[in-house]
């Protein structure tokens, strides 16, 4: 349950000051079923339409997530401690996103003709599932919503929302910004639900599958309601993004980038780099010089637009990071930078950067959901790519070295992940398939691979009337 969440109200907590914000009315079950009715009736509607008049509607609320930067920028920094620059990237990228769908749906989706020698006619077609649930985290609160949504609605489908219940004010907003742009008002709709309500949910007859981005338990709890009434589910779950630092890079480089997929923001993303497994031979540098790129990341106020490290989401996950790294350095692990609580009110954490990371500390083990760069040692390339598949997860991965050729190898042949980037930082792209394995999900968004994952592939064959046979004449 959430800061706040009682007696059916939520309330939103500034994460930079610990104070109180705006309060909202929560949803119970039976609204949502109700909401589930009415976006079924819609979509049956919607599902009529033109791709031309989908897109005029997605390309609106492009329109529209602009003119608003700014505000949905301070919600964001008010509700999840976002800093203000990175909230107004956050908005453009899903401005950007709508454009590029509202652009491609059609040609992703357009019928597939099959060759059957002649004998008959026969094509692939995409027809849309119905209304899907997302179950939506709070960490980048407008892009993981506009990511789905975008796509869903422009392949005729319809959406409810369950966002995370410490941004109540991100998807009520984000409701508003898709009715304003013309989308039905019951074919999206944002439940402000307990946690506990969404199996039930998921198992409503108007619910035709699922999409989550949260962490492994919440991907196996919605994975076992999906999988219990035969509803597909896709899953972007948990990261420790893997960088291989070999002996061939541009170690000053090298270090910016690691720092740069390190700390977007604050530390608090899935595909954020956490390991940073680097060959024995240039450690020392490696090190001085993440040091130095990390450092440049300054804790502040997070409506400065100078600030590069706001607060973390919450005082719990403040907390829970500053525990694995005390463990982690109780079992071994080298402090280089940062590490201390700062002794001030709201949920603040430095950048920190730990070295002599090996297994069995926290910050090799787990997923450090925040500014903690772990530097790991390798023996050779072979031992770095050991070393960043022995994990349970596989979101992204990085290869930074001197040769593109070998990354290109390495990150295409080697790598167990969704997405391998040689000598950038992993990020998502509408122009390109995201998601993972392993515990890091299963499914993908973005691109054609992404509007088709609530599709339906239909084969249709079509055989021609065959002539009637002539009267023979006698």
């Known amino acids: 349950m959430a800061d706040g969440e009682r007696m059916g109200m939520v309330t939103a907590t500034n994460p930079a000051t610990g104070e109180k914000g705006k309060s909202y009315q929560a949803h119970d079950l039976a609204v949502a079923r109700e909401a589930a009715r009415k976006a079924h009736e819609a979509q049956r509607e919607w599902r009529r339409t033109s791709f031309e008049e989908r897109a005029a509607v ?23 401690g976002k800093t203000l620059t990175e909230g107004r990237a956050e908005v453009e990228k899903c401005a950007t996103h709508c454009d590029w769908f509202a652009a491609h749906a059609e040609g992703y989706l357009a019928d597939e003709p099959v060759d059957l020698d002649g004998k008959a006619e026969a094509f692939v077609t995409f027809n849309p599932v119905g209304v899907v649930l997302a179950v939506m985290p709070w960490n980048f609160p407008f892009w993981q919503v506009i990511r789905f949504a975008a796509p869903a609605l422009m392949a005729g489908n319809g959406a409810l929302l369950k966002h995370a219940s410490n941004v109540p004010g991100c998807a009520l907003a984000i409701e508003e910004l898709l009715h304003d742009a013309g989308v039905p008002h019951d074919l999206f709709r944002t439940l402000i639900l307990p946690s506990k309500d969404i199996a039930g949910l998921i198992e409503d007859q108007h619910i035709a599958a699922v999409t989550l981005t949260g962490s492994v338990a ?34 000053a480089a090298a270090a910016k980038v690691a720092a740069a997929a390190r700390m977007v923001n604050g530390g608090q993303s899935c595909i954020a780099g956490k390991r940073f497994i680097v060959v024995a031979s240039i450690k020392p540098q490696f090190e001085t010089a993440l040091v130095e790129a990390m450092r440049a990341f300054e804790m502040g106020d997070p409506t400065d637009k100078a600030t590069k490290l706001g607060p973390m989401q919450s005082i719990e996950a403040r907390d829970e990071i500053a525990e694995q790294v005390e463990k982690s350095i109780a079992n071994g692990a080298k402090l280089l930078l940062g590490g201390a609580k700062p002794d001030k009110p709201g949920a603040w ?55 593109p050729d070998r990354g290109r190898r390495i990150a295409r042949d080697e790598l167990e992940a969704g997405m391998s980037f040689v000598n950038d930082n992993v990020r998502s792209d509408p122009r390109m398939p995201f998601g993972g394995v392993k515990h890091s999900g ?30 023979r004449v006698e």
């Open 349 to 403: 954490y430095p950048a920190t950067v730990l070295t002599d990371v090996k297994a069995g500390q926290p910050a090799h083990d787990e997923e450090v959901f925040g500014p903690v760069a772990a530097i790991i040692e390798a023996k050779d390339e072979a031992d770095a790519i050991r070393i960043a598949n022995a994990s349970e997860f596989g979101l992204g991965s990085g290869v930074l070295t001197g040769d």
């Open 218 to 251: 919440a991907g196996k709890s919605v994975a076992a309601a999906a999988g219990g009434v035969l509803k597909k589910c896709v899953l972007e779950l948990g990261g420790s993004d893997a960088y291989l630092v070999l002996e061939d890079a541009d170690v």
């Open 58 to 80: 997605i390309r609106k609320a492009g329109e529209l997530l602009r003119a608003r930067a700014d505000d949905y920028a301070a919600l964001m920094t008010a509700e999840m």
């Open 442 to 471: 299963y499914g993908r968004e973005c691109a054609s691979y992404g509007i088709r994952e609530f599709v339906n592939v239909k084969t249709v064959l079509v055989k021609p009337v065959e002539a009637a046979s002539k009267a």
